[in-house]
Structure formats: structure tokens, C-alpha cells
């Protein structure tokens, strides 16, 4: 049983719009990443935010963001939607930035 | 930018037979992990690698890591049906095991 959950699973928006996936990270986890998963590929790496403060951030333009709070959970927003955007989006928390990952199943972000 | 390419991207295989899946990158990660994914649900971290040439047993799976920490291999012994999923090789640099590069995936079908 995973530790990490998000919400929702599956979303659709419109192209333009604007989107928040939730994230949920196992207690004590101080470190959250994020992820993204086009159909057919590997995982590619968003942001890391560590105790609030983002953490490294992959090759993702600005209208990728992120929140982490106090209490474990944390948000991903992506403004301004585009028809690539339709991915699936994972959370994945650790302890700390050199702890291996405890993903969560994933949000199924659809942009018609 | 630092890729990892795996292969095969696909492999259909009956109950018993062994397999052999790679990942290779022209780049040096400190640490190499490989995840299993299933459908609907977030990559399972299987096992992490850390020293060259290093070989871990995870029952009926042998992971290796490359002299040059360039690439590695995950050989399945004797397939079964469980075994049927998404397998991910991610590669890590120095003190950032969970910034993760992914490897393209390898889907694998195990039939009776």
C-alpha cells in the first residue's frame, strides 16, 4: 500500500485553462517530486521541492509550478494548458533529497 | 542532457523463459535504480545499484550495473505472468537519488 496518494485521478480541461493536482506525501517525508509521464514513456522529472523550498527543477517551462506545506501535502499548477500537457502526473516523496522515491499512482490529466 | 535509451521497447514472452532487458547511457550516474510499473498505478522502486560492476538477486531478478556506471541489465529467470509490466531504469547523480533521470521503459508481456 502506497503511503503517497493524489487527487484527483483522472482530469479533463480545455486547452487554456488552468489546472492544481494534490499530492498527499507519507508523514515525515520532508522531500516532494514531481514527475511527468506522457503515454508510452518514462518519467520525466518536473521539480523537487525540500522542506518548502523548491530543490532542482527539470526542463519545464515557468508556467509549471509548485507548492509544498508543512503538512505533507503539496500541489503542482500548470497554467495556461496545452494540448501536450496530457500526461500522467506523479507525485513522489522521501525523507530527504538522497532517499530513493515513494511514488503515488498518478494523476490522468487529459487537454482537449 | 543525459539519456537513458533501454531495449528491447517491447517483449512478449511465454511462462519459463528467461529474458534480458538493458539500459545504456552515455553518461556516469553515482546510482542507477529500476522501478516496475503497472497500469494505473505509480513506478515500484525494485532495487537501487551503486558500485560498478555491483550485481544484486532479487529472487528470480539479477540486476547489474556497469564497470563505468554507464548503463546496466535486468535479467528475469524462469517468467511468470506477475512479472508482466512497465520495467524503468533511472539514473541518479550525486546526493540527488530522488532527481531521476528515466530510461524510455520496457514493456514486458509474460502469457501461460
Known amino acids: 500500500e502506497t503511503g503517497v496518494t493524489q487527487s484527483p485521478t483522472h482530469l479533463i480541461k480545455t486547452r487554456g485553462q488552468q489546472v492544481t493536482l494534490r499530492c498527499s506525501s507519507q508523514s515525515g517525508h520532508n522531500t516532494v517530486s514531481w514527475y511527468q509521464q506522457a503515454l508510452g514513456q518514462g518519467p520525466q522529472f518536473i521539480f523537487q521541492y525540500y522542506r518548502e523550498e523548491e530543490n532542482g527543477r527539470g526542463n519545464f517551462p515557468p508556467r509549471f509550478s509548485g507548492l509544498q506545506f508543512p503538512n505533507y501535502s503539496s500541489e503542482l499548477n500548470v497554467n495556461a494548458l496545452e494540448l501536450d500537457d496530457s500526461a500522467l502526473y506523479l507525485c513522489a516523496s522521501s525523507p530527504d533529497p538522497n532517499s530513493p522515491l515513494h511514488f503515488g499512482n498518478g494523476t490522468r490529466l487529459t487537454v482537449t | 542532457t543525459q539519456l537513458l535509451e533501454q531495449s528491447p521497447q517491447f517483449l512478449s514472452i511465454q511462462e519459463g523463459e528467461n529474458l534480458t532487458v538493458y539500459c545504456n547511457s552515455s553518461?556516469?550516474?553515482?546510482?542507477l535504480q529500476w522501478y516496475r510499473q503497472e497500469p494505473g498505478e505509480g513506478p515500484v522502486l525494485l532495487v537501487t545499484?551503486?558500485?560498478?560492476?555491483e550485481v544484486k538477486k532479487l529472487k528470480r531478478l539479477t540486476f547489474q550495473f556497469g564497470d563505468a556506471r554507464k548503463d546496466s541489465s535486468l535479467h528475469i529467470t524462469a517468467a511468470q505472468p506477475g512479472d508482466t509490466g512497465l520495467y524503468l531504469c533511472a539514473g541518479a547523480d550525486t546526493g540527488t537519488a530522488s532527481k531521476l533521470t528515466f530510461g524510455t521503459g520496457t514493456r514486458l508481456q509474460v502469457t501461460l
Open positions: 545499484v551503486v558500485t560498478g560492476g
Open positions: 553518461s556516469v550516474f553515482s546510482s
